[in-house]
């Protein structure tokens, strides 16, 4: 019988999706610590802190006096109406609440736009470097991710003619694009970010606009794509300003035609997003104070890292913008990123994820620092580098 199953079930092509190398990095600093190792971890890119003290609160009411049953496929009304009235707040923009989806994470957002807006076999660009799942996703849906290698001298995110060449040799369905950016850290300011979406209204191809960085933004205000078209699909989070990953809650602003394929697939797919989750997510609001004072930690890491890796040999990044990352060349020691993760975890007890995970072409040379962690970690993290890559030939 049992052999008879392994015959039978066998995983659809479509779920071939590439692993995270960053795992493996995981398990060895694991490894390492269960030997009595102290590891340094900026591998991980989530916030250290835990959801604020208001959301916290809000769970404990909601356990106790409610039955916690579905919500509303859309999302708790309050919930979206409170989502709406933070981009009149951030980004000086009234956003109808009815335009608001609710969904399981920014990652639960993408499975639904990208059901909404794509057909099978569809071409969907992606920046390299870029986050993993945008290329994997769409893979396991069965469109076409189609990767943009980012350059200087469009500032490292995807540019209206980069778009537009790739257009032209074949027709493009749609575009991602994250503003801060992972694994870069680097963000498009207002002008780039609205050249890019006008090149590709005027070329009909929908763009996602991955926004779940917001509200990390250092160098510049980082700005919303709700502000610049209402074509767009704004994807965004409660894991990372609002320090809340394990509660797998996001939202997404939909352009009004699409809102009610969108509460079609959601109906179907997840009924709704986890209730107590929901509540607890419209209480984060109320925890301003405290998510600004994670925020500052973060500002000041960077401070930290920017100073200090310099002088320890990593000087060459990408622009340093936001979210908590800093995307580090490390041509000058090697092109083979993973190996070189691999023994700095070993030897200098630094976890760091390899660019290989973004960048199937170039990312041998880079490696991604999470700055998320404390600031005293980053100043230990910048010694440990420093001591370790003397040994290095230049
Ligand atoms: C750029 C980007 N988008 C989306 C996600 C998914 O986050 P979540 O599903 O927790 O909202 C992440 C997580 O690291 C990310 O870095």
């Not at 990372?240 to 797919?269: D, S």
Request: glycine share 10%; hydrophobic share 45%; net charge negative.
């Amino acid at each position: 019988m049992l052999e008879r199953a392994k015959y039978l079930l066998q995983p659809s092509a479509r779920s071939a999706v590439p692993p995270f190398v960053v795992m493996d990095v995981m398990s060895a600093a694991a490894r390492l610590e269960a030997q009595g190792r102290h590891i340094i971890h900026m591998e991980v890119g989530q916030p250290a802190a835990g959801a604020p003290a208001t959301s916290i609160a809000a769970a404990h009411a909601a356990l106790s006096s409610s039955a916690l049953g579905y919500t509303e496929a859309l999302g708790i009304g309050s919930l979206r109406r409170r989502i709406a009235r933070s981009y009149a707040e951030w980004h000086g923009i009234d956003v109808d609440p009815a335009r608001i989806v609710v969904t399981t994470g920014s990652s639960g957002g993408f499975i639904l736009a990208f059901l909404t807006a794509f057909e099978p076999g569809d071409r969907v660009a992606v920046p390299l470097p870029g986050y993993p799942p945008y290329r994997h996703i769409l893979a396991a849906l069965g469109c076409e991710p189609v990767g943009i290698e980012t350059t200087a001298s469009t500032r490292w995110s995807i540019g209206g003619e980069s778009l537009l060449a790739r257009h032209r040799e074949r027709p493009l369905k749609g575009v991602v694009v994250g503003s801060p950016a992972n694994p870069t850290g680097t963000m498009m300011d207002a002008a780039a970010l609205a050249e890019l979406i006008g090149c590709a209204d005027d070329a009909g191809i929908a763009v996602i606009s991955d926004e779940i960085y917001h509200g990390l933004d250092y160098a510049f205000r980082a700005e919303s794509a709700a502000r610049v078209s209402p074509n767009v699909i704004v994807i965004n989070s409660f894991s990372k300003y609002f320090c809340m990953t394990g509660w797998r809650v996001g939202w997404m602003v939909v352009p009004p035609q699409l809102v009610r394929a969108v509460e079609r697939l959601q109906q179907n797919l997840a009924i709704s997003v986890p209730t107590l989750s929901q509540i607890a997510a419209e209480a984060a609001f109320d925890g301003r104070a405290e998510l600004e004072a994670v925020r500052e930690g973060y500002e000041e890491n960077r401070r930290i890292l920017l100073e200090g890796l310099p002088a320890a040999g990593l000087d060459s990044f990408l622009p340093v913008d936001g979210a908590f990352y800093l995307y580090a060349d490390i041509s000058r020691f090697s092109s083979d990123s993973a190996a070189f993760a691999a023994r700095m975890l070993e030897e200098a007890g630094v976890a760091a994820t390899p660019g290989v995970d973004f960048d199937p072409l170039r990312g041998g040379h880079f490696l991604r620092l999470c700055y998320a962690g404390a600031p005293a970690q980053m100043r230990e993290a910048v010694e440990r580098i420093g001591a370790w890559l003397k040994g290095w030939p230049r």
